[in-house]
């Protein structure tokens, strides 16, 4: 079974690979239009040597991980109390709701106008398309806790502190991890988005640099490499799932 695992997927690749080559070749459409795939991987080989692309993907890394850092810093929290404190969700929720659906893109004009160009606008734009969730996600996870369990404390005396603790916070973890999984891929999505508007380096800022020159094997490259890293990111989460302390977290359900 680990043989299938590790060889199908390659298989699966190499096919693709072929066809995506034989089209170009066969289709008439112009390699300027339609590169190939020998052509791109020999394009991202270049970009390689001279640094670009590394260059590129660590300033959308460092972008990404500010943002979203930031974001579950702040949100946990909030969604925590949102969950346990009637009076903070009567409050708040209401302004949650409402500015969660706003698209993050449609506060690129004031991200720009607020910070300028460069890093930080781009890193409020993925905070914010990473907060919302995280604040909305936690907040549910911590009201489905069984009451049980926060009676059980109270005959115990545990203080808040410990219910946080030893309750609340192992009881969440499955579904913040879920919540993350999911937080991550939105942040890695606009990411690109903003990059492409708002600042001159990353994966977005190449894509749009490589379509201006008609450079479509450049433009092929970072999408490529924009996939690599989001099943990277996605692997990363899911290993956080196979951490023994959630498991009691899964029997509170």
Do not use: C, H
Request: net charge positive; proline share 5%.
């Amino acid at each position: 079974m680990g043989y299938k695992k590790t060889v199908l997927p390659f298989i699966t690749l190499f096919f693709i690979l072929l066809l995506w080559e034989l089209v170009t070749r066969f289709s008439g459409w112009s390699r300027n239009v339609f590169p190939g795939s020998i052509a791109v991987l020999t394009s991202m080989g270049e970009l390689i040597a001279n640094g670009t692309l590394l260059k590129n993907t660590v300033a959308s890394l460092f972008r990404v991980s500010i943002g979203f850092s930031l974001a579950v810093v702040l949100g946990v929290p909030l969604g925590i109390i949102l969950g346990r404190v009637e009076i903070a969700k009567l409050l708040f929720n209401p302004l949650i709701q409402f500015l969660r659906p706003i698209s993050p893109l449609a506060w690129i004009p004031l991200a720009m106008l607020w910070f300028g160009i460069g890093d930080p606008p781009a890193i409020f734009l993925i905070f914010l398309a990473s907060f919302f969730p995280m604040v909305v996600s936690t907040s549910v996870a911590v009201e489905s806790i069984k009451p049980t369990y926060f009676q059980v404390a109270a005959n115990f005396n545990f203080t808040r502190i410990e219910v946080l603790t030893k309750i609340v916070i192992p009881a969440i973890i499955p579904q913040v991890i879920t919540a993350l999984r999911m937080t991550i891929a939105i942040a890695w999505l606009v990411v690109v988005a903003a990059e492409m508007i708002a600042v001159q380096s990353g994966l977005g800022y190449l894509i749009l640099d490589a379509r201006n020159a008609l450079r479509m094997d450049y433009v092929m490259v970072a999408m490529i490499v924009i996939g690599i890293i989001g099943l990277l990111l996605d692997f990363i989460m899911r290993s956080l799932g196979n951490i023994e302390s959630t498991a009691w977290g899964r029997l509170t359900k």
